[in-house]
């Protein structure tokens, strides 16, 4: 079954995250931290070596002094489920968004369908929630319901603009199974705050419990950004993944 001009839907279980720009290195949160001590002396420290300064970066993770981690830059970009970003958005402190707009641009047929990776079996009450292996009969059964239903939600949404219907009305058919993209900015604090909320890693000294969906992307770009900042990640690592 096609839509209604006869493109076929494309279904996913990935996540993309690529670093389209960054201004940040280890270096920075060195001469964001020294003008307090050494003022204008602190300019010296732009092109420092951040190996010799690895002991004041772990103090300032440690003792939780957070300004000079907001002194860099990333911008990612992101393709994921509607639901994801929904999610994501909701991080609001650091963090620039732009995403695609349904009512400027016709959304393409795109929608993530769990892996066969991805537990399904939800058990326990709210704040203690396991997940379990799903049976290849329910994995069967997720896929073939999304897909049934994105199709004809696709369908509908195409047969709504040959109609002539604008493209904002039209698109309230869709389900946040589609795929969409954005731009996020952000700073390493703000990175590692998401990170301490987003991922489940037993080096944290907070726990925490995301839907895999948004993990998946925050292991992305926390993987690019290890390779940007690895003393600063070291550090987060080191002292429970709790953002400073």
């Not at 705050?193 to 489940?200: G, V, Y």
Request: charged content about 25%.
């Amino acid at each position: 079954m096609t839509d209604a001009v006869g493109t076929p839907p494309t279904f996913r279980s990935d996540v993309t995250v690529e670093l389209v720009r960054s201004a940040a290195t280890d270096t920075d949160v060195i001469w964001a931290a020294r003008v307090s001590t050494a003022g204008e002396q602190s300019l010296e420290a732009v092109q420092q070596d951040p190996e010799k300064s690895k002991g004041l970066i772990n103090f300032l993770m440690r003792d939780r002094h957070g300004t000079p981690f907001e002194h860099n830059s990333m911008t990612f970009f992101i393709s994921a489920p509607i639901f994801v970003f929904r999610e994501f958005q909701r991080h609001r402190a650091g963090w620039s968004y732009n995403e695609e707009s349904g009512r400027y641009r016709e959304l393409q047929p795109v929608f993530y369908v769990p892996g066969a990776e991805r537990k399904l079996v939800q058990q326990g009450r709210p704040g203690k929630y396991e997940f379990h292996e799903g049976t290849a009969k329910q994995h069967r059964t997720v896929a073939e319901s999304m897909e049934r239903a994105y199709r004809h939600a696709y369908t509908e949404y195409q047969e709504m603009l040959d109609a002539g219907v604008a493209r904002e009305v039209a698109r309230a058919v869709l389900p946040v199974g589609l795929f969409s993209s954005m731009y996020a900015t952000c700073n390493a604090r703000s990175l590692m705050h998401f990170l301490s909320l987003r991922t489940k890693d037993e080096r944290a000294a907070v726990p925490s419990f995301p839907q895999r969906e948004i993990e998946m992307v925050a292991e992305l770009m926390e993987a690019q950004w290890e390779q940007l900042m690895p003393l600063t990640h070291a550090a987060f690592n080191a002292h429970g993944r709790v953002a400073p």
